[in-house]
């Protein structure tokens, strides 16, 4: 980065640095131009899961919250009325996590949770979608202990779009 440099500036070095074409890719393409943006290829790779934010998850959940539980129910409540008193249809969808994640969670704090969302969408018109509890994501579909990495991220599009096309054909 050049030191004092403002964002324009910044922008307009990036733009103007010669391209070098990856061996992994077979088109290299400035995607600062943005009549290219849709010719680039992914060369992001991967890098392994280190587990990071496990001490974070751990003492959040040890020992389990219920008043925080019981905030975000209410908090969770108010959007669902909200988006039924305009009429929008929404869909919730309660995100896969790695079984490392799964495991900090008492199960009885962890079946409450499931109770109640599945509870709070019903009551509310709101379509509850669960692909994390279904055993098709291991720790390589994600970047972290809690967030998919493009991998997971093409798992969980997959199952939704299967999920979705399956509920809404007759």
């Not at 004092?4 to 070095?13: E, L, M, R």
């Not at 943005?34 to 959040?60: C, G, H, M, T």
């Not at 409450?112 to 692909?131: D, F, I, M, S």
């Not at 390589?140 to 779009?161: A, Y």
């Amino acid at each position: 980065v050049m030191q004092g440099a403002g964002v324009g500036q910044v922008v307009q070095a990036i733009r103007q640095r010669p391209i070098q074409k990856s061996v992994d890719s077979p088109k290299a393409v400035n995607i600062f131009e943005v009549d290219k943006f849709w010719e680039a290829e992914a060369i992001y790779k991967q890098p392994p899961n280190k587990l990071r934010q496990l001490e974070y998850y751990r003492d959040s959940y040890q020992p389990l919250d219920t008043n925080r539980m019981v905030n975000q129910t209410r908090y969770f409540k108010k959007l669902l009325t909200l988006t039924q008193k305009h009429g929008i249809k929404l869909i919730v969808i309660d995100t896969p996590l790695p079984q490392i994640h799964y495991d900090l969670i008492p199960e009885k704090g962890l079946d409450q949770y499931r109770k109640t969302l599945a509870e709070v969408c019903a009551n509310h018109g709101a379509h509850l979608l669960t692909p994390g509890q279904e055993k098709v994501y291991d720790l390589n579909d994600f970047e972290d202990v809690s967030h998919l990495n493009l991998q997971g991220g093409e798992k969980l599009c997959q199952n939704l779009f299967q999920t979705l096309t399956r509920d809404s054909t007759p």
